[in-house]
């Protein structure tokens, strides 16, 4: 792209404003906006509350009810892909399949999810947030329906797809979170909505063996029909009719699929947050498919119900988000990265010598392993969150394609390792995966610029200024080039 091209995508694009400004004149950028009015009901039949309206120059508060308000959206979505793991076996007998053919249930809702990341959740930078999040958690609720009361496996499996690829909640939260909260603030509100994620996946194998054991499989369905309602009517009071991150040009479909894919291998900061969670949640997962052997074993030989409950140890771990997000918060997020790394690492350490020969240390572990994963996971969300306001949504589809993938290298790992070796080979392989992420955090340092790829700039400071507390920073030249990239490529 020569130079007189950028210039022409620079005027012919415009970012949409934060929502936390308070005027446009503020923004440069946005002062050629046309002035619109605002939109008064979702679909053209249902009506925004007047506080969520967006107009000219509004500031949306981003507060502690809106923060829990999006943790508990992002709880309930998510858990709809965990539900049926305690259930496989239930699951068998009702239909009269076989577990090989039942265990393509959480690999459909797995490949759904995948689907809906990928192709729905960019839309979030050209579209209005509020209507598409509304729509696909309505939508999710009804097919949940679906897979409460039929009586055919098939259709159980189909249902299972789209209730994955309609379950992107979070994935699109995110971004949202970014745009409202000031950036002082923003690894918290990420960092609550990170939790919600890791806490649904904790709590649906919970309820689901609660309600396996004591009454059917179809009350668990039954009860997150329920919940994803009240999500949906949480929704509808407390998300802000945020405009698009992209105004003033209308991009198509396939251009945003395009310019996510650009980003996937033009963007080093991107790229470096994808491969160190590709491996955190490779290690996570496999710690977690392991431990149910490993706990269900002539060792410990403890019943289904007891190894669900067993995610407890686990939630208390999540449930630190406010504590991690306000330490995220005070640092560059390399730091915090770098720290939850290490401290990753030394929990397999313990796994492994400690060599699951004592429930003790297996405690520890579980309760570790989700304190330090959720750090890991926030403060890398919020730097690719940092990378370019106006494509947030694609880039956090990519990121969260990096855990997808993770998660399906850790599970088929974890099980082939454990299965070969025994439980304490399993901590020897978290163990390369953090001397994986070690080295891929110090080619490239904390304040690099925005397109370096390797080394160290800016000097080695921790602690979060005014000047870092917003954007990863950019070379002068680089100005006019992000935007025009961002926006359209």
Same mark, same amino acid.
């Given at each position: 792209?020569?130079?007189?091209?950028?210039?022409?995508?620079? #005027?012919?694009?415009? @970012?949409?404003?934060?929502?936390?400004?308070?005027?446009?004149?503020?923004?440069?950028?946005?002062?050629?906006?046309?002035?619109?009015?605002?939109?008064?009901?979702?679909?053209?039949?249902?009506?925004?509350?007047?506080?969520?309206?967006?107009?000219?120059?509004?500031?949306?508060?981003?507060?502690?009810?809106?923060?829990?308000?999006?943790?508990? !959206?992002?709880?309930?979505?998510?858990?709809?892909?965990?539900?049926?793991? @305690?259930?496989?076996?239930?699951?068998?007998?009702?239909?009269?399949?076989?577990?090989?053919?039942?265990? #393509?249930?959480?690999?459909?809702? #797995?490949?759904?999810?995948?689907?809906?990341?990928?192709?729905?959740? @960019?839309?979030?930078?050209?579209?209005?947030?509020?209507?598409?999040?509304?729509?696909?958690?309505?939508?999710?609720?009804?097919?949940?329906?679906?897979?409460?009361?039929?009586?055919?496996?098939?259709?159980?499996?189909?249902?299972?797809?789209?209730?994955?690829?309609?379950?992107?909640?979070?994935? !699109?939260?995110?971004?949202?979170?970014?745009?409202?909260?000031?950036?002082?603030?923003?690894?918290?509100?990420?960092?609550?909505?990170?939790?919600?994620?890791?806490?649904?996946?904790?709590?649906?194998?919970?309820?689901?063996?609660?309600?396996?054991?004591?009454?059917?499989?179809?009350?668990?369905?039954?009860?997150?029909? *329920?919940?994803?309602?009240?999500?949906?009517?949480?929704?509808?009071?407390?998300?802000?009719?945020?405009? @698009?991150?992209?105004?003033?040009?209308?991009?198509?479909?396939?251009?945003?699929?395009?310019?996510?894919?650009?980003?996937?291998?033009?963007?080093?900061?991107?790229?470096?947050?994808?491969?160190?969670?590709?491996?955190?949640?490779? !290690?996570?997962?496999?710690?977690?498919?392991?431990?149910?052997?490993?706990?269900?074993?002539?060792?410990?030989?403890?019943?289904?119900?007891?190894?669900?409950?067993?995610?407890?140890?686990?939630?208390?771990?999540?449930?630190?988000?406010?504590?991690?997000?306000?330490?995220?918060?005070?640092?560059?997020?390399?730091?915090?990265?770098?720290?939850?790394?290490?401290?990753?690492?030394?929990?397999?350490?313990?796994?492994?010598?400690?060599?699951?020969?004592?429930?003790?240390?297996?405690?520890?572990?579980?309760?570790?392993?989700?304190?330090?994963?959720? !750090?890991?996971?926030?403060?890398?969300?919020?730097?690719?969150?940092?990378?370019?306001?106006?494509?947030?949504?694609?880039?956090?589809?990519?990121?969260?394609?990096?855990?997808?993938?993770?998660?399906?290298?850790?599970?088929?790992?974890?099980?082939?390792?454990?299965?070969?070796?025994?439980?304490?080979?399993?901590?020897?392989?978290?163990?390369?995966?953090?001397?994986?992420?070690?080295?891929?955090?110090?080619?490239? *340092?904390?304040?690099?610029?925005?397109?370096?790829?390797?080394?160290? #700039?800016? *000097?080695?400071?921790?602690?979060?200024?005014?000047?870092?507390?917003?954007?990863?920073?950019?070379?002068?030249?680089?100005?006019?080039?992000?935007?025009?990239?961002?926006?359209?490529?």
């Amino acid at each position: 792209m020569n130079a007189t091209e950028t210039q022409t995508e620079t #005027q012919t694009q415009t @970012p949409a404003p934060s929502v936390r400004e308070s005027t446009l004149a503020d923004e440069p950028h946005t002062s050629h906006t046309p002035h619109t009015p605002p939109v008064t009901r979702d679909f053209g039949f249902l009506p925004i509350p007047e506080r969520l309206r967006y107009v000219e120059g509004k500031v949306f508060e981003f507060g502690l009810l809106m923060n829990i308000a999006l943790g508990f !959206m992002s709880t309930f979505t998510m858990a709809n892909l965990s539900y049926c793991q @305690p259930l496989l076996i239930n699951l068998a007998e009702t239909f009269g399949v076989s577990y090989s053919k039942v265990s #393509q249930v959480p690999t459909l809702l #797995q490949a759904g999810y995948a689907v809906g990341v990928v192709f729905i959740s @960019p839309v979030g930078d050209i579209t209005r947030r509020r209507p598409l999040l509304l729509l696909l958690m309505a939508i999710s609720t009804l097919l949940t329906i679906g897979l409460a009361i039929t009586a055919n496996f098939v259709a159980f499996e189909v249902l299972s797809f789209f209730v994955g690829m309609t379950s992107i909640i979070t994935a !699109m939260l995110q971004p949202l979170a970014a745009d409202l909260a000031p950036p002082h603030r923003r690894a918290r509100a990420i960092s609550v909505i990170v939790s919600g994620l890791l806490l649904g996946v904790l709590i649906s194998r919970v309820l689901a063996g609660v309600f396996g054991q004591l009454a059917t499989w179809r009350a668990t369905y039954y009860f997150a029909v *329920g919940i994803q309602a009240l999500a949906v009517l949480i929704a509808y009071f407390f998300i802000p009719d945020c405009p @698009p991150s992209i105004r003033g040009q209308r991009l198509s479909y396939t251009r945003i699929l395009w310019t996510m894919g650009k980003f996937a291998g033009t963007e080093p900061a991107l790229i470096q947050a994808c491969l160190v969670n590709f491996a955190t949640s490779a !290690m996570f997962t496999s710690f977690w498919v392991t431990l149910t052997f490993l706990l269900g074993g002539p060792l410990f030989n403890y019943s289904t119900l007891d190894i669900g409950l067993f995610g407890f140890v686990g939630m208390a771990g999540v449930l630190s988000a406010p504590l991690t997000g306000r330490f995220i918060d005070s640092f560059v997020p390399w730091y915090p990265t770098f720290i939850s790394v290490l401290a990753l690492g030394a929990t397999y350490i313990l796994q492994t010598a400690a060599e699951g020969l004592n429930i003790g240390a297996v405690v520890v572990i579980a309760f570790s392993l989700n304190l330090f994963r959720q !750090m890991n996971q926030s403060a890398l969300a919020t730097t690719v969150l940092s990378i370019a306001p106006e494509a947030r949504s694609r880039f956090n589809a990519v990121n969260v394609l990096s855990l997808f993938l993770g998660q399906v290298a850790g599970t088929a790992a974890g099980t082939s390792v454990y299965l070969q070796h025994g439980w304490r080979m399993t901590g020897v392989l978290a163990l390369s995966f953090s001397v994986w992420q070690i080295i891929v955090l110090l080619a490239r *340092g904390p304040h690099c610029e925005r397109y370096t790829w390797f080394g160290w #700039q800016g *000097g080695w400071q921790m602690r979060k200024t005014l000047d870092s507390s917003a954007e990863i920073p950019e070379k002068s030249g680089d100005l006019e080039k992000s935007s025009a990239v961002a926006a359209n490529e």
